[in-house]
């Protein structure tokens, strides 16, 4: 079964940093199927899911949207199965709901993030 868990959110003052985490289950993250790639999106009640970044199951490069880019950093454990999102410089519009996600939408429950002061 294909299950992704999410962890680490939390509150943070601007400026701050928050690790997020991403458990995955019955697969794993060193794939030459691109369908196993993995994302992270963000859901505010503003926006709809928007997409953050993502990493390549076959080699691990990153991509990052214009707006993460230089502050987030996302890498991964192939040994533990994890994911984690290293966000740095947090800004006030960077609070929403954390979804790490595959390419064919499997989806963890999210964790919360709330920047503010």
């Known amino acids: 079964e294909v299950r992704l868990v999410e962890s680490g959110g939390g509150l943070v003052q601007p400026g701050g940093s928050l690790r997020l985490s991403c458990a995955v289950f019955?697969?794993?993250?060193?794939?030459?199927?691109?369908?196993?790639?993995i994302k992270w999106v963000r859901q505010t009640p503003a926006k709809a899911r928007e997409w953050l970044c993502s990493?390549?199951?076959?080699?691990?490069?990153?991509y990052y949207d214009s707006s993460v880019k230089g502050r987030f950093t996302l890498s991964r454990d192939i040994a533990k199965n994890m994911v984690y999102l290293q966000m740095n410089n947090l800004k006030t519009e960077d609070s929403g709901i954390y979804y790490c996600?595959?390419?064919?939408?499997?989806r963890g429950p999210g964790t919360r993030v709330t920047v503010s002061s």
């Open positions: 019955g697969f794993t993250l060193l794939n030459d199927d691109m369908k196993w790639d």
């Open positions: 996600a595959t390419a064919q939408e499997h």
């Open positions: 990493i390549d199951a076959s080699d691990g490069t990153t």
